[in-house]
C-alpha cells in the first residue's frame, strides 16, 4: 500500500463501519432517521481532507479491537460509542478538539435519546483523551484511553506511516517547532511509569516504549 493511502478507508471498511453503527443503534432504538443522518456526518467529519490518521481507518481499527476484548468490558455500548465520537472535531490549529467532540457527543446523544448516565461516561471518556489522564474514568474508560493509544505499541511499520501521517496533519507547523513539540509529547509518554493503564493493554509497552524512542531519535536528527 501506498504511503499516501496507508490510513485511508476502503469500500470494505466503509461496509464495517456502517454495520457497526447501525447495530450500535438498534442497541438504543435510535430511529432509522436520525441513525443515517448521524452515521452520514460522523462519515463526512472523519473524511475531511486534512485529516491523514484521525481518521475512518482510526475508528476501524478501535472497534475491530474492542471485538477481541468484548469479555473484558463491562459496558461495550459506551465505549463504542466514545470510540464513535471521541475524534469527530479535529482541527490541528486549535486546542480545544476534545472539548468540541465531547459537546458534539452530548448534543448528538442526547437528540438520540441515549440514557443520561451513558452520555455522561462517553463525555468522561472522550475529555480524557485530551491528557490521556485516566483518574476519572472507570476501568471501561481505561481501556478506551489504553484502545486510542495502541498504534504506539504497533509493529515498526506502521508505527513509522502513523507518525508521517501525524507529520502531515501539522504541515502548517515549520520543521523545527513540530520536531521541538512532538519531542515533549513523546518524552511525557516515556516519563510516566505506565504509558497503558490495563493489563489488557500492558504487552504493548515495551513495543510502545522501543517505538517512541525510534522516533525521538529520527526527530533529533
Known amino acids: 500500500m501506498k504511503e499516501d ?16 453503527w447501525q447495530l450500535l443503534m438498534v442497541r438504543y432504538c435510535v430511529s432509522s432517521d436520525l441513525s443515517e443522518k448521524y452515521f452520514f456526518e460522523i462519515k463526512e467529519k472523519y473524511s475531511e481532507k486534512k485529516r491523514f490518521y484521525h481518521n475512518l481507518t482510526h475508528i476501524q481499527a478501535l472497534l475491530k479491537l474492542i471485538e477481541t476484548l468484548k469479555e473484558k468490558i463491562q459496558d461495550y455500548q459506551s465505549v463504542s460509542l466514545a470510540i464513535w465520537f471521541h475524534d469527530l ?8 478538539n476534545e472539548e468540541k467532540s465531547a ?3 452530548v ?26 489522564d485516566a483518574k476519572a474514568l472507570t476501568e471501561d474508560g481505561k481501556l478506551f484511553l489504553d484502545l486510542d493509544l495502541a498504534i504506539l505499541g504497533s509493529k515498526a511499520e506502521i508505527y513509522q506511516q502513523y507518525y508521517k501521517a501525524i507529520r502531515k496533519e501539522y504541515s502548517w507547523v515549520p520543521w523545527f517547532l513540530y520536531r521541538h513539540s512532538r519531542k515533549k509529547v513523546l518524552n ?10 490495563t493489563q489488557e493493554m500492558s504487552q504493548l509497552e515495551g513495543l510502545a516504549r522501543k517505538n517512541i524512542t525510534q522516533e525521538i531519535e529520527f526527530l533529533s536528527k
Not at 5 to 20: C, W
Not at 89 to 96: G, S, V
Not at 188 to 197: A, E, N, T
Open 89 to 96: 472535531i479535529y482541527n490541528t490549529k486549535r486546542n480545544n
Open 103 to 105: 459537546e458534539f457527543a
Open 5 to 20: 493511502n496507508f490510513f485511508q478507508i476502503d469500500s470494505l471498511g466503509l461496509d464495517f463501519l456502517q454495520e457497526q
Open 107 to 132: 448534543k448528538a446523544l442526547q437528540e438520540m435519546k441515549i440514557p443520561a448516565d451513558i452520555i455522561r461516561l462517553v463525555e468522561l471518556m472522550i475529555l480524557a483523551t485530551k491528557t490521556h
Open 188 to 197: 511525557s509518554f516515556l516519563g510516566r511509569q505506565h504509558i497503558f493503564f
